[in-house]
């Protein structure tokens, strides 16, 4: 099956500081990946659709200045928390597309605890 | 706004028992997925569905895609510990809509 990689697999660091998170198809090329934020005990929700070679449309309530998306190949979307603070403490999760096919295959996640 | 309404949200049951979670949107999908989520990793793929009145089976699970392709059914059969997860659901669109999530549905199962 389709594998996604994602890196780090936890991070901490200090409030202020921007934290950068890549997402990776591992065995094919992903022209669409999204990125997820998980709460405890909660359902995915979707921050943005990175798409390869441009811009990223982010959903409703997302700062994308924040949240800093680059997808500068096929295989791989970076996700750079700028400025972390504690309320960005949680769950970050990728997807990859395969093709044209409508099934994303996520990433196993990064969590993130800022102090 | 579309929605995919999972239900049971949250089920606890003993090893053995059988269950049934459900997926249901008023949406028509080309496609429909099942997950299981296990405590600190990402969503596991389990299954895709996308013809209507589809039936596959994964061991004790068994996927069902409405004829209308606006439900689905995930049966799981003599429940076990390991069965444990978070399942969400999620549909997909051709043409560029973004896929929908359910909002899960939560299994404890008892040993």
């Known amino acids: 099956g389709a594998v996604v990689s994602q890196h780090p697999s936890w991070v901490i660091c200090k409030s202020g500081t921007s934290v950068k998170i890549e997402c990776r198809s591992l065995d094919f090329q992903a022209t669409t990946m999204f990125w997820y934020r998980q709460f405890p005990k909660q359902s995915l929700m979707l921050m943005a659709t990175s798409n390869e070679g441009s811009k990223a449309t982010y959903e409703q309530g997302v700062e994308k200045d924040k949240f800093l998306i680059n997808h500068a190949s096929l295989t791989l979307s970076t996700l750079t928390v700028t400025s972390a603070h504690p309320e960005d403490s949680s769950f970050y999760i990728c997807?990859?597309?395969?093709?044209?096919?409508?099934?994303?295959?996520f990433g196993p996640g990064t969590r993130l605890l800022v102090l | 706004t579309q929605l995919l309404e999972q239900s049971p949200q949250f089920l606890s049951i003993q090893e053995g028992e059988n269950l049934t979670v459900y997926c249901n949107s008023s949406?028509?999908?080309?496609?429909l997925q099942w997950y299981r989520q296990e405590p600190g990793e990402g969503p596991v793929l389990l299954v895709t569905v996308v013809t209507g009145g589809e039936v596959k089976k994964l061991k004790r699970l068994t996927f069902q895609f409405g004829d209308a392709r606006k439900d689905s059914s995930l049966h799981i059969t003599a429940a076990q510990p390991g069965d444990t997860g978070l399942y969400l659901c999620?549909?997909?669109?051709?043409?560029?809509?973004?896929?929908?999530f359910g909002a899960g549905t939560r299994l404890f199962v008892k040993a």
């Open positions: 999620a549909g997909g669109y051709t043409g560029g809509f973004k896929t929908i």
């Open positions: 997807s990859a597309e395969e093709g044209a096919r409508e099934t994303q295959y």
């Open positions: 949406s028509v999908f080309s496609s």
